[in-house]
């Protein structure tokens, strides 16, 4: 899915769906749209897709719970790699590099962000944080993660209710 000018894969109130093995390169480069879009989609599985310089983000959720988003290759997104919010989510062993930023977890309207797992993931190059939890976020856990070469900060954290253990940011 390439140069189109919106998102290049969206689920919208879509459930239990699988996006595995995808490319989404260049598109919504003039409406700041990204490579994968979920809104309110919930159990679906995101793996293994190529993210090129999309417009915006490699993958942006809102309103999104329990979906799972592995194995994925980010590149070259202006904002960021994954930007996030909904309840129960997993983001594990992704590889996402020289973009905005890495991976933020946010609560972007009324629903909200609780119990998100940020696992073995890869950030390098970001121009801002490799890996962000905003203030709203209730009880995400960020384990095992690398993060190499963030202009601002390696792990950035504003709710007490985050949990990190074993990460590495250099």
């Not at 000018?5 to 689920?11: F, P, S, V, W, Y």
């Not at 890996?131 to 690398?146: F, G, M, Q």
């Amino acid at each position: 899915v390439s140069r189109n000018a919106g998102t290049g894969i969206i689920l919208f109130k879509s459930s239990r769906n699988t996006v595995i093995g995808n490319s989404a390169r260049a598109n919504g480069l003039q409406l700041d749209q990204g490579g994968i879009s979920l809104n309110r989609s919930h159990h679906n599985l995101i793996e293994g897709n190529a993210l090129r310089r999309n417009g915006d983000l490699g993958v942006f959720m809102e309103i999104s719970d329990n979906n799972r988003i592995r194995k994925n290759r980010m590149f070259g997104h202006p904002e960021g790699g994954v930007i996030a919010e909904g309840h129960g989510n997993v983001f594990s062993r992704n590889r996402i590099v020289r973009g905005g930023g890495g991976i933020l977890i946010t609560k972007l309207t009324g629903h909200g962000a609780v119990g998100n797992v940020v696992r073995r993931n890869y950030v390098r190059g970001a121009r801002s944080s490799g890996i962000a939890v905003d203030n709203r976020p209730k009880r995400t856990l960020i384990r095992r993660n690398r993060v190499v070469g963030s202009r601002r900060h390696g792990i950035i954290v504003g709710s007490s209710s985050t949990k990190l253990t074993e990460n590495r940011a250099l």
